[in-house]
Antibody, heavy 117, light 107 residues
Framework: QLQLQESGPGLVKPSETLSLTCIIFGGSFSSTSYQWAWIRQPPGRGLEWIGT???????HYNPSVRSRVTISVDTSKNQMSLKLTSVTAADTAVYYC?????????WGQGALVTVSS | EIVLTQSPGTLSLSPGERVTLSCRASQSVTSGYLAWYQQKPGQAPRLLIYGISSRATGIPDRFSGSGSGTDFTLTISRLEPEDFAVYYC????????FGGGTKVEIK
């Protein structure tokens, strides 16, 4: 059974870089069958796609964050990373990593990141 | 970017009722790549429907999806107590976008 687990600092200061890691259990980010995504949800609000990575199609980012975001994978560690620079309070959210196959069929439990001084 | 608009924003219903949720896309959804999710407080979303009408693994058959092109519907034939939640549609054919959600609350 595939499991995804996000980890990283829960508090980031404004203007700094948000860094999160997603570890996969029971699967591999090197599979060419799937896409892998970061999705976030501000408190009390809806879901927002941040970006997607796949072995076949590379990386694609939401235009709203494209200038600030990098998604990368370390297949040797079974880890996917998210870096978001120059954060503001508007970046406060629960951040999910997820698998996209037929829909987004596997999600991590989410990691709350608060941007505050 | 494909914008998804869900309606209504909130539905107040009783257990046993039939529910119809709407999702309208600003342009045709590529290859029918339209999914529905259920989210409860403090939990990650759960995939209900993919490819417009295919139920995900373990999803009860009271959940069904339909539609084509730009208009899609999620139907819950008979509301169970555990179905009160927020529902999101998503298109995954051209990048990824989500609708704003419909909250189904107990009347």
């Amino acid at each position: 059974q595939l499991q995804l687990q996000e980890s990283g600092p829960g508090l980031v200061k404004p203007s700094e870089t948000l860094s999160l890691t997603c570890i996969i259990f029971g699967g591999s980010f090197s599979s060419t069958s799937y896409q892998w995504a970061w999705i976030r949800q501000p408190p009390g609000r809806g879901l927002e796609w941040i970006g997607t990575m796949s072995q076949l199609w590379g990386t694609h980012y939401n235009p709203s964050v494209r200038s600030r975001v990098t998604i990368s994978v370390d297949t040797s560690k079974n880890q996917m990373s998210l870096k978001l620079t120059s954060v503001t309070a508007a970046d406060t959210a629960v951040y999910y990593c997820a698998r996209i196959y037929s829909g987004t069929d596997y999600w991590g439990q989410g990691a709350l990141v608060t941007v505050s001084s | 970017e494909i914008v998804l608009t869900q309606s209504p924003g909130t539905l107040s219903l009783s257990p046993g009722e039939r529910v119809t949720l709407s999702c309208r896309a600003s342009q045709s959804v590529t290859s029918g790549y339209l999914a529905w999710y259920q989210q409860k407080p403090g939990q990650a979303p759960r995939l209900l429907i993919y490819g417009i009408s295919s139920r995900a693994t373990g999803i009860p058959d009271r959940f069904s999806g339909s539609g084509s092109g730009t208009d899609f519907t999620l139907t819950i034939s008979r509301l169970e107590p555990e179905d009160f939640a927020v529902y999101y549609c998503q298109q995954y054919g051209t990048s990824l976008t989500f609708g704003g959600g419909t909250k189904v609350e107990i009347k």
